[in-house]
């Protein structure tokens, strides 16, 4: 059986241009930078971006237009982040790497058809 997830962490979200996305968002939506997260947008690294009440995230990517696809990241609780690293890697049948973003660890993976999904804990 699958550990249990707390919410949908982010999306990441493709943009040519993330200066002008990140105008668009804050006009549109009321979206703001959120500064716990901004060295990340350094070096090509997402700009993280929430709603007003901080519950919606997303993590804008400057990239060339990309397929249509965007990857689901969802949150757990930093003691369930081990079981579910265990969980995929007996589900896939191989070992999942995690990944060591500083303030938060996240494990990648993709469902049959390629559609990708990040779960993230903050430590």
Same mark, same amino acid.
Not at 2 to 11: G, N, T, V, Y
């Given at each position: 059986?699958?550990?249990?997830? !707390?919410?949908?962490?982010?999306? %990441?979200?493709?943009?040519?241009? @993330?200066?002008?996305?990140? @105008?668009?968002?804050?006009?549109?939506?009321? +979206? %703001?930078?959120?500064? !716990?997260?901004? %060295?990340?947008?350094?070096?090509?690294?997402? &700009?993280?971006?929430?709603? $007003?009440?901080?519950?919606?995230? &997303?993590?804008?990517? !400057?990239?060339?237009?990309? $397929?249509? @696809?965007?990857?689901?990241? &969802?949150?757990?609780?930093?003691?369930? +982040?081990?079981?579910?690293?265990?969980?995929?890697?007996?589900?896939?049948? @191989?070992?999942?790497?995690?990944?060591? %973003?500083?303030?938060?660890?996240?494990?990648? +993976?993709?469902? $049959?058809?390629?559609?990708?999904? !990040?779960?993230?804990?903050?430590?």
């Amino acid at each position: 059986m699958a550990p249990p997830l !707390e919410r949908i962490d982010h999306i %990441h979200v493709y943009v040519a241009d @993330r200066s002008a996305a990140q @105008r668009w968002y804050a006009d549109m939506l009321g +979206f %703001h930078a959120v500064p !716990e997260l901004a %060295h990340w947008a350094s070096g090509g690294g997402p &700009l993280t971006i929430a709603d $007003p009440s901080g519950t919606v995230h &997303l993590a804008l990517f !400057e990239r060339p237009p990309q $397929p249509c @696809r965007s990857t689901v990241a &969802l949150a757990v609780a930093k003691d369930q +982040f081990d079981a579910w690293r265990e969980h995929l890697g007996a589900a896939l049948g @191989r070992d999942i790497e995690r990944v060591d %973003h500083g303030i938060a660890w996240s494990v990648y +993976f993709s469902d $049959p058809d390629g559609n990708p999904y !990040e779960i993230t804990c903050y430590v």
